[in-house]
């Protein structure tokens, strides 16, 4: 099956609904970011594929996907050859830890290299593989997290790590500070930064980098 814009109409909804039924801070944001956006037969494009190492551990996390809603990982699991997954392009192993490159990335569905333009709005997938820290960061736009898989830690603006369950909505305000690590599970995960998406992400180790 070859991704279409019915297909990632489907996932956008699953998205939507799944995030009604959880509920949280940042949820209603979201929606109508997503109603404002056109999501239309015309406004749909293919991405260009690209691949990166971690899309090895997809597999593992659609199957733990599918305890949560199975209708989506197969929606996913159909896309996943179109998408462009990509890193951020200041991120090295130097600041993250070795083999770190190998093991995160994400794939706009929405905005940038996604299947639709997006109007200052993305909404994507984030792949973490097993036992990595990606550290603390921030940037303007307000964004929101859903873990698709179990287990997880998460914690923002210099708060104690806490674990996050599969399905339950994390968003972090514009500009606070927000880490992950995960253990022996990979983690896949939705963002959705909902506006100010121009400027990218920035480390919070490079800003002490530079003041040193
Ligand atoms: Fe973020």
Not at 65 to 93: C, I, N, V
Request: charged fraction near 20%; glycine fraction near 8%; hydrophobic fraction near 45%.
């Amino acid at each position: 099956m070859t991704a279409d814009a019915g297909l990632v109409r489907d996932i956008l909804d699953r998205i939507e609904n799944g995030l009604a039924a959880c509920g949280g801070d940042g949820v209603a944001e979201v929606r109508e970011r997503l109603a404002a956006q056109d999501f239309s037969d015309a406004a749909f494009r293919m991405p260009a594929p690209a691949a990166k190492p971690v899309v090895r551990v997809l597999d593992k996390t659609l199957k733990a996907l599918k305890a949560m809603d199975a209708g989506m990982a197969d929606a996913l699991s159909a896309a996943a050859p179109a998408l462009h997954w990509a890193q951020s392009a200041s991120y090295s192993d130097d600041i993250l830890g070795e083999g770190f490159s190998q093991n995160y990335a994400w794939a706009q569905l929405v905005g940038g290299d996604g299947f639709f333009a997006g109007d200052d709005f993305q909404l994507g997938l984030l792949l973490l593989g097993p036992d990595r820290h990606y550290l603390d960061h921030y940037h303007p736009a307000p964004e929101l997290y859903w873990p698709l898989t179990p287990g997880s830690l998460w914690r923002k603006g210099g708060s104690d790590f806490v674990e996050r369950q599969q399905g339950e909505v994390i968003w972090h305000p514009s500009m606070v500070t927000h880490a992950t690590i995960t253990r022996k599970q990979p983690l896949l995960a939705v963002y959705v930064w909902t506006r100010q998406t121009e400027t990218s992400a920035r480390l919070c180790a490079l800003d002490e980098t530079a003041k040193a």
